[in-house]
Structure formats: C-alpha cells, structure tokens
C-alpha cells in the first residue's frame, strides 16, 4: 500500500525515529475524501534537507517549530491522488507529556487550528489512537502499549478542572451586560470546551482536538440529557443584546452546574 511504502521511506530519513497513521483512518471513522496524517516522530538531529527531497520540489516542508509549539511542523502533498498530511512530532516531547499525564499534570497552549487551546495530553492520545506504520528501534510500539491505559491523575486533573467552566459563565455575565457577543460566545465555547475535555476524561477517553469532539462527548455516560443539543443552541446564536445575551447566559449557568453536579456524582 503507498502510504506503508512512503511511512517506510520517511522511517528512512536521519533523526525520523518512526511513522505513525493517525486521524480518522487510524480510528475507522474516515469517509473516503479523508486525509491520511502520519505522524512524523523524530529525535535531535532531523535531517529537513533529505525530509523536503523525500517530498519533492514543489512540497513545502516545515521545519520545527514553524507552524507553532506544538503542531510542531510538516508538510501537506498529495499521493496516488489523495491528500496525505507529515506531522512532525518531537519524540522527547512527547515523552515528556506522557511523563506529565502520568502525574496528572498538563498544558492548554497557543496553537493556530485550535480555537480552543492545544490540550497537551493530546500527545499521548495520539500514540494510544494511531497505528504504527514503521517502527525500527520499537520505540513508538513501546509507547504505544504505555499509553493504552488512561493514567488515573490525569482523569482526576481533567474533571477537576471543570470548574473554570462556572468562571467563565460569570465572565460572560459581565460580557452580557455590555452586550459584548465576542466575549461571551468566547466565554461560553471555552467553558464548553473545558466540560467536553472532563467528560471525555471522566470516561478515560483521549480527547484529541475539538473537531468532532461534541458529538463523542454528548454520548459518553457522564454527560447529561441533551447535552448536545443544548450546547448548539447556546452557541448557536448567543444573541446581540445585553437582553439577549443575559438570557442565554442564565440558560448556560444551569446547564453547566447540572453539567458539573452530573460530573461529580459520577467522580465521587
């Protein structure tokens, strides 16, 4: 298959430590159209020179640290006609994190593509969800089986840290009162951000980014009843008066203290 070909040549390349396939195909989830993402993990000493001839002269490749600190860098080309996304990843790095998560510590960086923040348990997640393509030293399989179980401090970090959704909720408030949409749509998509993030913890489940991430988490056991539909019609059109946005912000401060009354019941 090309993609276990160019996972191989790509393996290949000095400082590339292995190749993992990640996103939706490593999942089952893909539709046809979907991209294929390889994750390109490599160590001190990452040859770009032989990466960019690997992909060709009219592929741009970035280095690290070029598309931010954490979506590392990578190049987007095309093979046998479909789309195929190079994610560079630090390995050190992601060890670190993994490192982290097993402590119960993490991070939410800056990171253009997530409005969210980039949830750095993401690392971990995406080795535990991908599927090994090339692999020489064993050392992303071994990752691999570390990260299969769920570390319990991060599930108690993350569900803890539900209750900056009831903060934002009185930010927004405030916002309101000015009529200031921008700021309380931000309030309230973080704080929902902030609730999904719990839930999938809760169900020590990897959450790897916000797309998509609704739809999961309003079917996972900690959720409340209509979770997702009533988070769509809050942030659906969260209104463009202080009367409007005031009453979708008492709407949304009952709807995250059953979220969090939900998530303790649950935790405790």
């Known amino acids: ?21 990640g996103g ?35 592929v ?3 280095g690290p640290g070029s598309w931010g600190p954490w979506v590392n860098g990578g190049a987007w080309l095309h093979a046998d006609g479909v789309a195929v996304d190079w994610i560079l990843r630090d390995l050190d790095r992601v060890e670190q994190v993994w490192a982290d998560c097993r402590e119960g510590r993490y991070e ?14 993401c690392y971990a997640g995406e080795v535990a969800l991908g599927q090994v393509l ?3 030293s064993g050392e992303l399989a071994d990752l691999r089986r570390r990260t299969t ?22 930010a927004a408030a405030k916002g309101a009162a000015r009529a200031d949409t921008l700021y309380v749509s931000l309030c309230l998509s973080r704080a929902v951000g902030v609730l999904v993030q719990a839930l999938f913890a809760e169900d020590r489940r ?13 079917t996972l056991p900690g959720a409340p009843t209509g979770f997702g539909e009533r988070v769509r019609g809050l942030l659906g059109a969260p209104g463009e008066t202080a009367e409007l946005l005031a009453a ?12 969090l009354t939900a998530l303790r019941s649950r935790i405790e």
């Open 24 to 58: 939706s195909r490593a999942r089952g989830e893909h539709r046809p159209e979907s991209d294929w993402d390889l994750g390109v993990y490599y160590s001190a000493g990452l040859d770009l020179a032989a990466l960019r001839a690997l992909a060709g002269p009219d």
């Open 134 to 136: 090339a692999d020489p």
């Open 248 to 259: 979708t912000v008492t709407e949304a401060r009952a709807f995250v203290e059953e979220a």
């Open 206 to 218: 990897w959450c790897l980014n916000e797309k998509g991430a609704l739809a999961v988490a309003e």
């Open 60 to 62: 741009e490749v970035a």
């Open 108 to 121: 939410v960086g800056v990171q253009a593509g997530h409005p969210l923040g980039f949830w750095s348990p």
């Open 149 to 170: 179980n769920y570390p319990e401090p991060l599930r108690v970090a993350l569900t803890a840290g539900a209750w900056e959704a009831q903060f934002l909720v009185n």
């Open 1 to 21: 298959m090309f993609i276990e070909d160019m996972a191989n040549r790509l393996a290949e390349v000095p400082g590339v430590v292995g190749v993992m396939l």
